[in-house]
């Protein structure tokens, strides 16, 4: 749920296919509702894939609209990420980091021709450092 004065969205996560178990294991302690602030990029990307695209390995879940969610609200909020914008929530000292899909390699970039939501989480240890690592070394 993306919750300010003006905004209340909601949303599923789903888990990947994957299946990462640190993913996994967060994912179970994962709040019903979740409050995100809108962050802005920079060079926020960067940092995280160590200079690389994301790609499909990189993803730890996919946010779709909930079942009685209304459709424009989640359209609402990819047109805002796709604003160089990402969301952050914590859940029990680990961040929940919401992308866009546009942000990943071309050919990951549409599920059923559609752009959608994506996530991955961090643990914070002092400044964000260390993250959970994929097969390729980067955040997931």
């Keep these: ?3 300010d004065e003006k905004t209340r969205i909601g949303f599923q996560a ?3 296919s994957e299946g990462y178990s640190k993913v ?3 994912s179970r302690n994962m709040p019903e509702v979740l409050e995100f602030e809108l962050c802005p990029y ?3 990307l960067r940092t ?3 200079g690389c695209e994301p790609d499909d390995k ?4 996919y946010f779709f609209p909930n079942d009685n969610a209304r459709p424009d609200g989640y ?3 990819l047109q805002q990420l796709s604003r160089n914008l990402f969301l952050r929530s914590y859940i029990d000292g680990v961040e929940l980091l919401v992308f866009t899909s546009k942000v990943l390699q071309k050919e990951y970039r549409k599920r059923n021709k559609s752009y959608f939501l994506w996530g991955l989480y ?3 240890h002092g400044k964000r450092k260390g993250a959970f690592q994929s097969s390729q070394g980067r955040g997931i």
Excluded: W, Y
């Design 122 to 124: 961090r643990r914070r």
């Design 48 to 50: 995280v894939f160590k």
């Design 14 to 16: 789903h888990l990947t």
């Design 24 to 26: 996994n294991e967060i």
């Design 58 to 61: 990189d993803i730890g879940l």
């Design 42 to 44: 920079q060079d926020f």
């Design 75 to 77: 359209m609402f909020l």
């Design 1 to 3: 749920m993306l919750k």
